[in-house]
């Protein structure tokens, strides 16, 4: 890698407001507040709307769509096309 062209890369602790949960991992992305972590240590926290800890399809709870009858909605409305 080229130096000085990189953005820093280091421990940055991401919340979840949502979900109320965070975590810590290593990012590029900077923040202006900082939080105390677990382990007594002082890290950049990064605001999210939502995480792999409050998204519908990573916590069970996603709608499953109902695509057979919105095609035979589709169908029944304006007919089949092509060649039967």
């Known amino acids: 890698m080229k130096p000085g062209i990189h953005p820093a890369y280091g421990p940055v602790v991401f919340r979840d407001k949502a979900a109320g949960s965070a975590f810590l991992t290593r990012s590029t992305a900077t923040a202006a507040k900082t939080i ?3 382990d007594g240590n002082t ?3 990064v605001d999210v ?4 800890a409050s998204h519908p399809f990573y916590t069970g709870t996603a709608r499953v769509l109902d695509t ?3 095609v035979e909605r589709f169908e029944r409305r304006y007919g089949r096309s092509g060649a039967n």
Do not use: A, D, K, L
């Open 68 to 70: 057979t009858g919105r």
């Open 49 to 52: 709307e939502i995480s792999s």
């Open 43 to 45: 890290y950049p926290v």
């Open 36 to 38: 105390e972590w677990e």
